[in-house]
């Protein structure tokens, strides 16, 4: 009962703080994104965050991608993730966990 507490309360704080932070920085650095999900994965004990671009976006190089995960250490306070970064329509994706 405790462990489904503490799964609920990440899954809230995940919504509630940690995605509209994320939101706002893809929309800055790269535009209107496609999706944005965060939720916390139970087996890896960690947040996963999955980011979905449009097709016609700007394309993510691996400094991009860089730069987005230390945003995510430095200024949204994520020690540890799962992150996934897609293209719709396009073969390309880029998968790190930390």
Known sequence: MEDSN??????????????PKIEEYIKKQFGEPRYIDTSYDLVTGKPMIVVTFNANDKEIAATDFDAFIAFLKENAGVEHANVIVDYWTKELSINKEY
């Open 6 to 19: 503490n799964i609920e309360r990440q899954e809230k704080l995940l919504t509630s703080d940690l995605q």
